[in-house]
Nanobody, 123 residues
Framework: QVQLVESGGGLVQAGGSLRLTCAASGSIVSIYDMGWYRQAPGKLRESVATITSDGSTNYADSVKGRFTISRDNAKKSVYLLMNSLEPEDTAVYYC?????????????????WGQGTQVTVSS
């Protein structure tokens, strides 16, 4: 089995910073793209930032210049450093990993999601 576990969420004042961490564990052979997504109450889940296995990144326009995504392949982890937080950033943040895992004697490639971590930014 594979698990993605997020941590680092919490309550912060506008202008503050948080660093989210997502660690993958289990019968993982390879991890391809990883990313952070968020879902605010009453809204659809949206992509915040993604990173490829070789480090290429992509950001939503709303977070460019404020958020930085990074990964540590040896630790099977992805991070999101969030600076200059705004109340509009309040949401549950989820990490996702496109990965190859061992399932019995087979290799299976699929997306896995974490359980989410709440980020609340007060004004």
């Amino acid at each position: 089995q594979v698990q993605l576990v997020e941590s680092g969420g919490g309550l912060v004042q506008a202008g503050g910073s948080l660093r989210l961490t997502c660690a993958a564990s289990g019968s993982i052979v390879s991890i391809y793209d990883m990313g952070w997504y968020r879902q605010a109450p009453g809204k659809l889940r949206e992509s915040v930032a993604t990173i490829t296995s070789d480090g290429s990144t992509n950001y939503a326009d709303s977070v460019k210049g404020r958020f930085t995504i990074s990964r540590d392949n040896a630790k099977k982890s992805v991070y999101l450093l969030m600076n200059s937080l705004e109340p509009e950033d309040t949401a549950v943040y989820y990490c996702r990993a496109d990965l190859m895992m061992m399932y019995g004697a087979s290799l299976v490639r699929k997306d896995y999601w974490g359980q989410g971590t709440q980020v609340t930014v007060s004004s």
